[in-house]
């Protein structure tokens, strides 16, 4: 938005906010965010001259987001955030911008019924409505957290769920006898509006509906039923196709208690199916579907925990159909298709190649996440996600998982342990199956607390393989392995000033197939594709927290990638990085 | 407890008899795909004389043992003309992968014989075979001008009197039949225009909407493997009502003023020796002076002026067009409906 054109609107609602605080302190109050950006990314030792390049650039910004929140009467709030952005060089109004970023009313009819209307942060259960971490981050703790913490924020990542637009409602009874409790849910939201392919052309209207019915049975037993939609209306676009993707989901769950050990058993499993409608309005003909696929998914689950929370345990086993197709849950965070520019040094060499993207991208691009729901499968990069790129609803998976978790009963250290093996269940491209294998472990030191020392230290290490296999036919074997590791030191120096360092190193050899689906999500044809990759990030840098809502960043970081391809020189960069991030 | 037991139990063998799948595997095979490439059936064509004038279609067929990325050549051994078509399939379906006599690369197809290869990406099969056009293709559209009965007698030509001026009708090096019309020449002064051709239209029977309604034409470039530097067509539409010329003072058309709905597109810098045939979208064009209500509406267009300019030598502006002339010929103009022509 034109800062000219929002000032006009911006103002008024400023003041109508002071006037209601005038009226009543209680009716109006402004929370939000600001943040302070300075980055400065500089070439390093490079493969092969690079002469085109700047030797260095530098951005920044001033942005803040004012949330202000209007109780016009009892059990009613509306919500609006607004944003400010002044890009560093704008100068009286240039480069300075005013949004409308969020809005929502909310409030409870007679006591008993929650409705919202506007931005909704949704998410159901894994199978059904869930946004899954993105790649890479399982052991990184806070080593990245200024750039992390960005990248949510920028793109509404709120545990796991999915920022959608619309209308939703939820209320819940209490009973005395066997059913104690029963909480129903609804939602209606439009994640995509009807957009424009040519002057004629118009997609239609993408529409998510969904709903939940969860009833707490006697003292220890559980249950949900989750329902969810993904559907284009038709007659709100002019293409001739429509999507249509429900899925259904029953899970049921139960808590023992055995001595000093309580235990909890899940059994959940579903129903997905997805097709397109293909409507012939202008001929009067009948409808037809088309591309149809569906499948079930189920899983066994135990959680042991001891009573003292020092030791427990998550195991069980999952199977999720190859047609399982679920918009909802397997749409990624990480959108790797290629379309999305990288932020810094986008191309490089005297050759001007295009730069493979890199796992800093994955911090320091935010343009590289994806905030809109996908009916098809996207695509993934089988280096930093391979055994469950969709997360646990990554379908043709079957197979075991294990966690452990075991902590120090005055909180010294901890250590948790993952792991799992899959296999397809059906082959791609071949009847052979791939094997999956995943093993992640962590351990987090309090140094201070061991050693007995008044100012905090830190340390976690981590480390993550991934083994994808599948031998059988020759021409179509995968072998390729995975190992990212993590090390993160954070020492407080002074009261509340802490070093930090880290290091996050990734090294994957081997060969995958790259699937390569159409439109409609089927598989068109693979693309082979050898790895012999080595990426690290090295940083180093000052952290002040003011507060737990306040703190101040300052890092140096060297970053780059050894490729041991000819055609796709090394690279090295180094980024100066400042943040200053206040949570009002 | 029982009850609940049961339930899990009967929900698990329900949800596992119903994942049991029969598909043996999910896409093509990679063992086809990466496998030995082979031809099952090589290339043939349905037509190997066609005469496009009565609207022939040769169909082309071959068959392999796997999807790949072809490329089917169709090269005509006189004019060199080229028709380039590509697919990714297993197998060229006659009914499905056609040639009307329509080309890719100008000039194009006259009465000659052609040569068609099929290549396949990292093979080295090249499946070939021949054929003879015996009649070339009428394309559809609305004509603007051809040249080949001379300039159309309503046209109107202004040129600046430097040096070398062309602004006529040659023989010497046409697009299509015989005659082109030469704009070009060699400025001695500060001027950027050299000359110009207008010509009246009537395309109130037109019902495509901007977007899908071209302006194709030929351009011609280059003396001497040389070319003037920053040399362009401009070319003016007109959707004005009034009349086309009559002021007959004022060495143009009447419908280019600057207080009337005109449109202009520059093909800029016309920067290649040979002919290159250009297609516009009517939409492409931007609003050239206030007036009309800037909506472009193919059926008003009224008339269409193609201009050769040229960033002079006079003044340093481009003083390494002293010794060059400047030349933008045209041929083949003609408007087409909902494609370009050479998509035809």
Redesign the interface.
């Known amino acids: 938005m034109k800062p000219v054109r929002a000032l006009p609107l911006l103002l008024p609602l400023l003041f109508i906010g002071s006037a209601l605080l005038a009226q009543s302190e209680e009716s109006v109050w402004f929370d939000g965010q600001s943040r302070s950006f300075f980055s400065r990314d500089a070439l390093g030792a490079m493969d092969r001259p690079d002469t085109t390049s700047p030797r260095n650039l530098s951005e920044g910004y001033n942005l803040l987001d004012i949330n202000t929140h209007i109780e016009p009467a009892d059990n009613l709030e509306v919500f609006a955030q607004l944003r400010v952005r002044n890009r560093f060089g704008g100068f009286f109004g240039a480069g300075t911008t005013i949004d409308v970023r969020q809005l929502r009313a909310s409030g409870v009819i007679k006591d008993k019924v929650r409705f919202s209307i506007g931005d909704l942060y949704l998410k159901q259960s894994r199978f059904t409505l869930f946004n899954p971490d993105e790649d890479l981050v399982r052991n990184e703790g806070e080593a990245f957290r200024a750039y992390r913490d960005i990248v949510h924020y920028e793109n509404f990542y709120q545990d796991n769920r999915w920022r959608l637009q619309g209308i939703q409602t939820d209320f819940s009874m209490r009973f005395d006898r066997s059913i104690r409790t029963l909480e129903f849910d609804a939602f209606l939201t439009r994640p995509r509006g009807s957009e424009s392919l040519?002057?004629?052309l118009f997609t239609p209207d993408l529409l998510m509906a969904g709903g939940s019915v969860v009833s707490q049975m006697g003292r220890k037993?559980h249950v949900e039923l989750n329902w969810v939609n993904l559907f284009e209306v038709p007659s709100s676009g002019t293409t001739h196709q429509s999507l249509r993707n429900p899925v259904v989901r029953?899970g049921?769950e139960?808590q023992d208690e055995t001595g000093n050990w309580t235990v909890r058993h899940a059994?959940e499993?579903g129903?997905a199916q997805r097709h397109w409608l293909f409507s012939q309005l202008e001929d009067g003909g009948a409808d037809s579907s088309g591309y149809r696929t569906e499948?079930?998914?189920?899983e066994?689950r135990s959680e042991p925990m001891r009573l003292d929370s020092l030791w427990s345990f998550q195991y069980g086993v999952r199977?999720v159909?190859?047609?399982f197709r679920s918009g909802g849950a397997q749409t990624r965070r990480l959108d790797l298709g290629g379309t999305v520019p990288l932020m810094v040094y986008p191309t490089y060499s005297d050759e001007g190649l295009d730069r493979p993207v890199a796992m800093f991208d994955l911090m320091a691009s935010d343009g590289v996440y994806n905030q809109m729901l996908s009916a098809t499968l996207m695509d993934f990069h089988p280096v930093y996600s391979n055994v469950l790129p969709y997360g646990d609803a990554t379908p043709?998976r079957q197979g075991a998982f294990l966690q452990v978790n075991r902590r120090h009963g005055g909180g010294e250290w901890e250590v948790q342990l993952d792991g799992g093996a899959y296999r397809e269940?059906?082959?791609?491209?071949?009847?052979d199956l791939r094997q999956f294998n995943l093993l992640a472990g962590r351990l987090a030191w309090r140094a201070d607390r061991t050693l007995g020392w008044n100012r905090t230290v830190d340390l976690i290490a981590g480390a993550d393989v991934e083994q994808t296999s599948r031998t059988g036919?020759p021409?179509?074997a995968v072998d390729l392995s995975r190992r990212v590791l993590d090390v993160f030191a954070n020492v407080e120096v002074a009261d509340r000033l802490f070093l930090q360092g880290a290091i996050k190193r990734l090294d994957a050899q081997g060969n995958e197939?790259i699937?390569d689906r159409n439109g409609f999500g089927?598989?068109?044809?693979?693309r082979?594709r050898e790895y012999d990759v080595s990426d690290h990030i090295l940083s180093a840098g000052l952290w002040y927290a003011f507060s737990d809502a306040v703190y101040a960043n300052v890092q140096y970081s060297g970053w780059g990638s050894s490729l041991a391809d000819p055609l796709q020189p090394d690279f090295n960069y180094r980024r100066l990085l400042f943040v200053f991030s206040v949570r009002l | 407890m029982n009850t609940l037991r049961i339930s899990l139990i009967a929900l698990g063998i329900a949800l596992g008899l119903y994942a049991c799948s029969t598909e043996e595997f999910e896409g093509p095979s990679i063992v086809v795909l990466l496998g030995e490439f082979d031809i099952l059936d090589s290339l043939r064509v349905t037509d190997s004389n066609p005469d496009f004038s009565v609207n022939d279609v040769v169909g082309f067929h071959a068959e392999f043992n796997k999807e790949v990325d072809w490329t089917l050549v169709i090269e005509g051994q006189t004019t060199g003309s080229r028709k380039v078509i590509t697919g990714f399939s297993s197998r060229l379906d006659s009914n499905a992968v056609v040639w009307t006599g329509g080309t890719s690369q100008v000039p194009f197809f006259t009465t000659e014989d052609c040569t068609v290869e099929l290549t396949v990406l990292e093979e080295p099969d090249t499946m070939r075979t021949e054929l003879t056009v015996a009649g070339t293709r009428v394309f559809d559209g609305i004509p603007v001008a051809d040249f080949e009965e001379g300039i159309p007698e309503e046209a109107l030509v202004f040129h600046q009197f430097s040096q070398n001026m062309t602004f006529e009708v040659a023989q010497d090096d046409p697009l299509m039949g015989t005659n082109y019309f030469k704009m070009g020449g060699r400025m001695g002064w500060n001027e950027w225009m050299l000359g110009q051709i207008d010509f009246p239209l009537d395309l109130s029977a037109v019902t495509a909407d901007a977007e899908n309604f071209y302006l194709n034409l030929g351009v011609l470039s280059g003396m001497d493997g040389a070319l003037a530097s920053d040399q362009y067509v401009n070319i003016l539409i007109s959707e004005s009502t009034a009349p086309f010329n009559d002021n007959t003072s004022n060495n143009g058309a009447d419908v280019f003023t600057t207080d009337m709905e005109v449109y202009k597109y520059q093909i800029r810098p016309v920067d290649w020796i040979g002919w290159r045939y250009v297609a516009i979208p009517y939409s492409g064009f931007e609003v050239k002076s206030q007036g009309g209500d800037n909506v472009r509406t193919p059926a008003d267009i009224s008339a269409i002026r193609l201009q050769c300019q040229s960033c002079p030598s006079a003044n340093a502006n481009c003083p390494e067009n002293a010794d060059v002339d400047v030349r933008t010929d045209i041929d083949f103009v003609m408007f087409t409906e909902n494609a370009p022509l050479l998509d035809q």
């Open positions: 040519t002057s004629t037993t029953v049921i139960r059994v499993g129903y499948g079930v998914y189920f066994l199977h159909d190859p047609g043709n269940i059906i082959g791609q491209g071949t009847s036919e021409l179509a197939f699937t089927s598989i068109r044809t693979f082979a």
